[in-house]
């Protein structure tokens, strides 16, 4: 027959090791919620993220207008983006149409730092507003205005439907006297069939200052892409109803109709 004592002591050794046991079962979920020992537990969200692209194009074109003559453009930038939707970047391209207007002038080069700020109002509708700095470094000659500018943009993107709106806070493009020109511009994106997505835009370019009238011009394109992999093949057709009076450079309107091709990527 089993004494008291040795039955309170049985009694307190199975109160301890159920005790522990239960204390063991409650620690096991804890651990596997915070992560600590949950191999599946996804990892949180990193406040900033990058990317990167690049893109060989048959030309460049700008705003209808080329900027390489008709000739081949290798372009690219990086990107840096916070959580807050704050952003900013740097993209690049070669260039022609400085040096092909302006004898004595050599850049071959535009260079654009740009930073802004997103904001989703809800799953539709995103704003943006920020700052364009284009940069065109290079030698020129005595008296040249300069082709650098500076522009403050707002835009709104409704999924598939952008309106951007861009405004000069001085010299345009190397057009002097013409602070507070502006280019407004309506872009719509659109999966047709089988991925294949159709582009359509238009854009009108505002200028002020003396020669407004014959800078001053409307553009549109249309086009199609096709991600393949990553890899984004493109076609698109541009027109302009500029003025001979201000684009023609070498016998030929920059504005002009003109097709582009190309491929990018973006990492």
């Given at each position: 027959m089993t004494s008291p004592k040795t039955f309170s002591l049985a009694l307190g050794r199975l109160l301890v090791l159920t005790a522990g046991a239960v204390a063991l079962l409650q620690a096991v979920p804890s651990m596997a919620a915070d992560g600590s020992d949950a191999q599946t537990a996804a990892a949180p969200a990193p406040a900033f993220t990058t990317s990167a692209n690049i893109g060989l194009y048959s030309q460049y074109v700008f705003r209808g207008l080329t900027?390489?003559?008709?000739?081949?453009?290798?372009?690219?930038?990086?990107?840096?983006?916070?959580?807050?939707?704050?952003?900013?970047?740097?993209?690049?391209?070669?260039?022609?149409?400085?040096?092909?207007?302006?004898?004595?002038?050599?850049?071959?080069?535009?260079?654009?730092?740009?930073?802004?700020?997103?904001?989703?109002?809800?799953?539709?509708?995103?704003?943006?507003?920020?700052?364009?700095?284009?940069?065109?470094?290079?030698?020129?000659?005595?008296?040249?205005?300069?082709?650098?500018?500076?522009?403050?943009?707002?835009?709104?993107?409704?999924?598939?439907?952008?309106?951007?709106?861009?405004?000069?806070?001085?010299?345009?493009?190397?057009?002097?006297?013409?602070?507070?020109?502006?280019?407004?511009?309506?872009?719509?994106t659109h999966e047709l069939f089988a991925g294949i997505n159709g582009v359509a835009h238009i854009g009108r370019q505002r200028y002020t200052g003396p020669n407004s009238s014959n800078l001053s011009y409307t553009d549109w394109k249309l086009g199609l892409n096709r991600d393949f992999s990553g890899y984004v093949l493109a076609a698109y057709y541009t027109g302009t109803n500029a003025k001979d009076a201000g684009y023609t450079v070498k016998g030929k309107n920059l504005g002009r109709d003109q097709l582009v091709l190309a491929v990018s990527r973006t990492f």
């Open positions: 900027q390489t003559n008709e000739k081949p453009a290798l372009q690219g930038g990086f990107d840096l983006s916070h959580e807050s939707g704050l952003y900013a970047g740097i993209w690049a391209s070669n260039i022609s149409w400085i040096s092909d207007a302006t004898p004595g002038a050599s850049a071959s080069l535009e260079a654009d730092i740009y930073g802004g700020f997103k904001h989703g109002f809800n799953d539709t509708l995103t704003g943006d507003v920020g700052f364009l700095h284009y940069a065109y470094p290079g030698s020129f000659p005595n008296g040249f205005t300069k082709a650098d500018t500076n522009e403050l943009y707002l835009g709104l993107d409704a999924k598939w439907i952008t309106l951007r709106y861009s405004y000069a806070l001085g010299n345009t493009f190397g057009s002097p006297d013409t602070r507070g020109s502006n280019y407004i511009d309506l872009s719509l």
